[in-house]
C-alpha cells in the first residue's frame, strides 16, 4: 500500500524523512543552520539547483520538509513552505504574489492583524483591499475589479466563527481566473481541505490546533506548485522561515491531531448545546449547532465543528468582565487551539481599540466571548463556565 493511499490519521503519522545510518524510529532533530558539500561541482549543481538538496537552514531543512510534506499530504496540496508564524505565512503569500496596483476582495471577518496588512501596510505600496460581509457573498463579484488578483476568506472566522461556503467562492474565483486564499487554521486539515472546493492556497497558524499544546510558533502555505515557488524564492531572500526545532515539534504534532480534533470537537459541541439553554446566554454560534446560520454549508464541506464557540452573555461589557473574573479553572488569553481551555472577552480586550460598527461587522458584540475548547473533561469545563455565568 502506497502512503499516498492511505488514510489521514496513518498520513499523518507515517510521513518522515528518510532514516539516518542510526535506523532511528522517530525522526531526529537537525538543528544546524548549513549543510556541507562534498566537492565544488556539487556545490555549484546545488546552488544552480540542478540538485534537490539542502543547502541552509533559511532555505530548507529536513524537520521542515518533514512538517510541509505532512501538510501537503493531509491538504491534497502540490507544495509548500514553512514559516515562523502564523502572520509571516499570511504576509508572505501575499507579498511574493502581488504587485503594486494590485487589488484583493476579502471577507470581512478576518484576524486583526490580516486586516490591519490590508489597510495600513499594503496600500503604502498600492495594493488595495475590498470587503464583502461574510452573510453576503453573492456581494463579491460586484467588488471584483479589472486589478483584482485574489479572494481570500477565513472559513470558520475568527471570532465570530461564521462559515463561508468555499464551493461558492471556488466557482466564482474560477469564473474571474482570480486566485482563491483560504486561512484553514481554525479547521486544521483534518476538518477541512479547501483545494477540494478550489483553493489555490491554503495558509494555516501551526501554533494553534497544529500545535495543539501552546508551546511553539508557526506557520505555513501550501498549494499550487508553481505559487508556491514565487512564495518559496520571497522567503528565501526575507527570511521568515520556520526553526527546525519548531518544524520538529509541529510534525510531531500532527502524528495527534486527528485524536486530539475529536476530542477537542466533541467537546465544544457538548458546551455548545448546554449554552443554548442557560437564560444567561443570549446566543451561541457554533459551526455544527443547527441553530448556527451556515449550518448547512458547514456540514457539507467540515468533517466536524471545530473547537471555537462564540457566544454573548446578558449585560454587555461589563458582563463579560464579570464572567472572565469569576473563570477559576479555563485560562483567560488571547491564544486558542490548545489542550487546555481558554476564555477571550474581545471586546475590552483583544477589539477594544475597534468602533462599534466594525466590531459589529465581524460579528463582536459587546458580551461576546470566545471559547477555545480544549481537551479537560468537558463536566468540569461546562461546571467552570456554568459557575461564571451565574455570577452575572
Known amino acids: 500500500m502506497s502512503l499516498e493511499s492511505q488514510k489521514f490519521e496513518t498520513?499523518?503519522?507515517?510521513?518522515?524523512?528518510?532514516?539516518?545510518?542510526?535506523?532511528?524510529?522517530?525522526?531526529?532533530?537537525?538543528?544546524?543552520?548549513?549543510?556541507v558539500f562534498e566537492d565544488s561541482e556539487e556545490m555549484r549543481a546545488s546552488f544552480a539547483e540542478e540538485k534537490d538538496r539542502n543547502l541552509y537552514s533559511r532555505f530548507s531543512n529536513p524537520?521542515?520538509?518533514?512538517?510541509?510534506?505532512?501538510?501537503?499530504?493531509?491538504?491534497g496540496a502540490e507544495d509548500g513552505y514553512a514559516f515562523a508564524t502564523g502572520m509571516a505565512a499570511v504576509f508572505s503569500t501575499f507579498a511574493a504574489i502581488l504587485n503594486s496596483g494590485d487589488h484583493i476582495v476579502s471577507a470581512r471577518s478576518i484576524f486583526g492583524s490580516t486586516h490591519s496588512l490590508f489597510t495600513k501596510y499594503f496600500p503604502k505600496w498600492n495594493i488595495e483591499t475590498s470587503y464583502f460581509p461574510v452573510n453576503e457573498v453573492d456581494k463579491i463579484e460586484?467588488?471584483?475589479q479589472p486589478n483584482t488578483k485574489i479572494i481570500y476568506a477565513e472559513s470558520p472566522t475568527n471570532p465570530g466563527v461564521d462559515v463561508l461556503d468555499l464551493e461558492l467562492l471556488g466557482e466564482i474565483a474560477?469564473?474571474?481566473?482570480?486566485?482563491?486564499?483560504?486561512?484553514?487554521?481554525?479547521?486544521?486539515?483534518?476538518?477541512?481541505?479547501?483545494?477540494?472546493?478550489?483553493?489555490?492556497?491554503?495558509?494555516?497558524?501551526?501554533?494553534?490546533?497544529?500545535?495543539g499544546q501552546g508551546r511553539v510558533l508557526g506557520g505555513v502555505t501550501v498549494g499550487k506548485k508553481e505559487l508556491i515557488r514565487e512564495i518559496y524564492l520571497f522567503s528565501r531572500n526575507t527570511g521568515p522561515a520556520l526553526s527546525p526545532f519548531n518544524a520538529w515539534v509541529l510534525s510531531k504534532s500532527l502524528e495527534?491531531?486527528?485524536?486530539?480534533?475529536?476530542?477537542?470537537?466533541?467537546?465544544?459541541?457538548?458546551?455548545?448545546?448546554?449554552?443554548?439553554s442557560h437564560a444567561k446566554v443570549n446566543w451561541v454560534k457554533y459551526p455544527f449547532l443547527k441553530s448556527h446560520p451556515q449550518y448547512d454549508v458547514a456540514k457539507k464541506q467540515m468533517k466536524l465543528g471545530?473547537?471555537?464557540?462564540?457566544?454573548?452573555?446578558?449585560?454587555?461589557?461589563?458582563?463579560?468582565?464579570?464572567?472572565?473574573?469569576?473563570?477559576?479553572?479555563?485560562?483567560?488569553?488571547?491564544?486558542?487551539?490548545?489542550?487546555?481551555?481558554?476564555?477571550?472577552?474581545?471586546?475590552?480586550?483583544?477589539?477594544?481599540?475597534?468602533?462599534v460598527e466594525d466590531k459589529l461587522a465581524v460579528?463582536?458584540?459587546?458580551?461576546?466571548?470566545?471559547?477555545?475548547v480544549g481537551l479537560e473533561h468537558i463536566d468540569d469545563v461546562i461546571a467552570d463556565i456554568a459557575e461564571a455565568l451565574e455570577a452575572i
Open 142 to 144: 460586484s467588488l471584483i
Open 63 to 75: 524537520n521542515t520538509t518533514e512538517f510541509v510534506d505532512k501538510i501537503c499530504k493531509l491538504e
Open 306 to 355: 471545530g473547537n471555537i464557540v462564540a457566544f454573548e452573555v446578558q449585560n454587555g461589557v461589563e458582563g463579560g468582565k464579570t464572567f472572565f473574573d469569576n473563570i477559576k479553572m479555563c485560562s483567560l488569553s488571547a491564544n486558542l487551539g490548545d489542550t487546555r481551555t481558554i476564555v477571550t472577552h474581545p471586546a475590552s480586550t483583544t477589539h477594544s481599540k475597534l468602533a
Open 174 to 211: 474560477k469564473k474571474h481566473k482570480l486566485l482563491l486564499i483560504i486561512d484553514n487554521c481554525f479547521a486544521t486539515p483534518y476538518l477541512q481541505n479547501p483545494i477540494n472546493y478550489g483553493a489555490d492556497l491554503v495558509i494555516h497558524s501551526a501554533t494553534k490546533l497544529i500545535d
Open 363 to 372: 460579528g463582536i458584540t459587546n458580551g461576546m466571548v470566545r471559547c477555545s
Open 256 to 276: 495527534t491531531l486527528a485524536v486530539r480534533a475529536d476530542r477537542h470537537c466533541a467537546n465544544a459541541l457538548k458546551l455548545a448545546e448546554f449554552l443554548e
Open 11 to 35: 498520513q499523518a503519522v507515517r510521513t518522515q524523512t528518510d532514516k539516518t545510518q542510526f535506523l532511528e524510529h522517530s525522526t531526529p532533530m537537525y538543528l544546524t543552520s548549513g549543510f
